[in-house]
């Protein structure tokens, strides 16, 4: 009965590399996110879709790719992986009541 | 762009006192305030969400309030407990046609001791 899942929880891979990572939700919430929190903790957004519709993308270099094949999921694609990379990717979820609901997380690690 | 500002220093405070923490923002004033606790190896968890026009909200032992004039949010934690001590951060939301974009603070640390 997981509400925000994500897969995989931790990630390590070469530079170089392409890599993917999953979210789903299961609470009927129109809008996904995806964040990322770096070692500092800070949490910046990356992307937000709407109903499978990119509505915000920050400044995301052009090897993250997103991809809503519907409403309840939303996927990280990363080609071309840097160290600079690594962190933890959150997806969050929002509906129209305020408040969002985090994934546990997914520890990227590049080596 | 909005800035958040929130005390990086970790708040060490003794169980059943008041734990106090303190949310700054610059530039434009936010629609509405939301703060979330996050524990280690967690995502973060929604608390408590004040909006522009609301001096103050309360859940449970917890409090927010939202100072227009100083730009400033403050949570407290009443009656602390050890169960409390997390990583609190806070975040302020504009609204859009579709989607709210939150900017997050880098979070305060809490340490509640027996």
């Known amino acids: 009965d997981t509400a925000v899942s994500q897969t995989p929880k931790y990630l390590v891979t070469q530079m170089g590399n392409d890599k993917s990572i999953k979210c789903e939700q299961n609470l009927g919430h129109d809008t996904m996110y995806w964040y990322k929190q770096d070692s500092k903790k800070f949490l910046k957004i990356m992307f937000s879709y709407n109903n499978k519709e990119l509505i915000i993308n920050e400044t995301v270099p052009n090897r993250f790719s997103p991809k809503s094949p519907d409403k309840a999921h939303l996927n990280l694609h990363i080609n071309s992986l840097e160290l600079g990379d690594s962190a933890v990717y959150f997806c969050?979820?929002?509906?129209?009541?305020?408040?969002?609901?985090f994934g546990s997380g997914t520890r990227l690690t590049v080596v | 762009s909005q800035k958040i500002e929130q005390n990086s220093e970790a708040l060490n405070i003794q169980e059943g006192k008041t734990a106090t923490l303190t949310c700054n923002y610059t530039?434009?004033?936010?629609?509405?305030l939301q703060w979330y606790r996050q524990d280690p190896g967690r995502g973060p968890v929604f608390l408590l969400l004040i909006r522009e026009n609301e001096k103050e909200k309360r859940k449970e032992r917890l409090k927010v309030t939202f100072d227009t004039t100083l730009k400033q949010s403050l949570f407290h934690i009443t009656a602390s407990q050890p169960a409390d001590s997390a990583t609190y951060l806070c975040d302020t939301g504009v609204f859009k046609a579709a989607g709210n974009k939150l900017t997050f603070g880098g979070g305060t640390r809490v340490l509640v001791k027996p």
């Open positions: 530039n434009y004033s936010p629609a509405y």
């Open positions: 969050a979820s929002a509906g129209t009541n305020y408040g969002y609901t």
